[in-house]
C-alpha cells in the first residue's frame, strides 16, 4: 500500500491546527504533531482546543534534562510519559492527536509489549494480593511515602493503600477488607476528602526503567 505524504507550508501560526484538524476529520486517522519545543508544544495544544474542542489530544513530553546527566528527570514528567505509553498501548478509540517534541520523540521508550505487560488491574468487590501490590509498585518505579502528594508515590497504612498513578490529578485511595477490595476513590491529598468513587483501577508503571528480571 502507497503512502501519501501531504506538505504543507506556509501556514500562520496557530492556523496550523486547523489544518491538523481538517487533515483528522478527512481521514479519520491518528495524527502526530511534532513540535519544535515544550513553547510550540503548548502552543498547539491551546489552538488545538479553540479549533476542535471534541478531538481527543494526548501529550508526550520530553524529559526535562539531558541523557546521562546528573540529575534524573522531573517523576511528574516521568508520569505523564508513562500514562501516555500506557494509553497508546492499550488502544485509543477513534482519531486523535499525539503532541508530541523532537527531543521526546528521539527519546528511546520501553515496547509496546513491556507497557502492556506492566499494568495492575484491581475492580471493587474483587480480590487483592497486597504482597503482590507492594512488589508491583516497587518493581514499577513507584516511590513508598508516609504521604502521597505528588505521582508515583504510594503510602500503606493497615488495609489501607494510598496510590498516585501516573497522568492522574489526584491520588486514589484502595479500602480492603482482608484480600477483598471494599472501596477505591479519588481523594485530596492536602484535605485527605473524596472527590470522586471508582469501580475499577488500572495502573500503569512509574518510571521508564522497569526493574523486573529482564
Aim: glycine share 8%; proline share 8%; with cysteine.
Amino acid at each position: 500500500m502507497a503512502t501519501e505524504r501531504l506538505l504543507l507550508g506556509g501556514a500562520p501560526e496557530g492556523f496550523d491546527a486547523e489544518l491538523i484538524r481538517r487533515e483528522v476529520a478527512k481521514r479519520g486517522v491518528p495524527v502526530i504533531h511534532v513540535a519544535r519545543d515544550d513553547k510550540r508544544l503548548e502552543a498547539m495544544r491551546s489552538a488545538l482546543a479553540f479549533f476542535a474542542p471534541d478531538l481527543v489530544t494526548i501529550t508526550m513530553p520530553g524529559w526535562d534534562c539531558l541523557p546521562y546527566d546528573r540529575v534524573s528527570p522531573n517523576p511528574e514528567i516521568v508520569a505523564r510519559r508513562m500514562a501516555t505509553l500506557a494509553g497508546l498501548a492499550q488502544g485509543v478509540p477513534g482519531p486523535f492527536v499525539l503532541l508530541t517534541t523532537l527531543s521526546a520523540a528521539s527519546q528511546r521508550v520501553p515496547t509496546r509489549e513491556t507497557v502492556s505487560a506492566s499494568s495492575f488491574v484491581a475492580e471493587v468487590g474483587r480480590r487483592v494480593n497486597e504482597k503482590g501490590l507492594r512488589a508491583y509498585l516497587a518493581r514499577m518505579g513507584y516511590s513508598p511515602s508516609s504521604t502521597v502528594t505528588e505521582p508515583g508515590d504510594f503510602a500503606v497504612r493497615g488495609g489501607i493503600i494510598d496510590i498516585f498513578p501516573p497522568g492522574d490529578d489526584e491520588p486514589v485511595r484502595l479500602d480492603l477488607f482482608g484480600d477483598v477490595l471494599d472501596g477505591l476513590r479519588h481523594f485530596d491529598p492536602a484535605s485527605q476528602r473524596t472527590t470522586g468513587k471508582l469501580d475499577r483501577l488500572e495502573l500503569a508503571p512509574a518510571s521508564e526503567v522497569i526493574l523486573d528480571e529482564a
